[in-house]
């Protein structure tokens, strides 16, 4: 039920968890409690809809993972972030290096379970730690937000991790 809720449109359209989010919001204005519930909730929509695919594929849903189990990717993850810097942070001089970490953090366990990284979901894990006004969403288009999702698919996962789901 999440997941046709969370990816069809007001008019029936077909949507992205993200796109969905990002509609709701618009619709009814960043301060409204719709709104606020709609970003709240949008990173377990997308791992609703991504194990809800897994399970109509014929697959076993992610598992979850333990802190220690995501620590060797987050260096990577980190770098990345730095380097695509989406908040536009890291020109200032009194930013400190870690502060991508929680998304660093989250992006390294939803990769260590073998989610799929796509726009939803970077925009569902930004959203969840900056809102719906945070730079990312507000000022970078889908394709680069896309770009992003694609670059943090290419990070090594440590031996062992689940294969990444692909429903591209």
Known sequence: MWMADATTGPAGQRLTVGERVLEVVDRYGH???VSQCMVTIALP?????QRTEQRLDGRSASADVSLRDVAPLVPGVMDLLVDWDPEGLMGFTDVPHDEYDLEATTF????RAGYRMDASTVVAVWEGWFGPSSVMTQSKDAEWIRALASR???????????DRADHS
């Open 31 to 33: 301060a409204h409690v």
């Open 152 to 162: 943090l698919n290419s990070v090594p996962l440590p031996a062992g991790s689940p």
């Open 45 to 49: 929509l997308v791992l609703a809809t």
């Open 108 to 111: 390294s366990a939803l990769m």
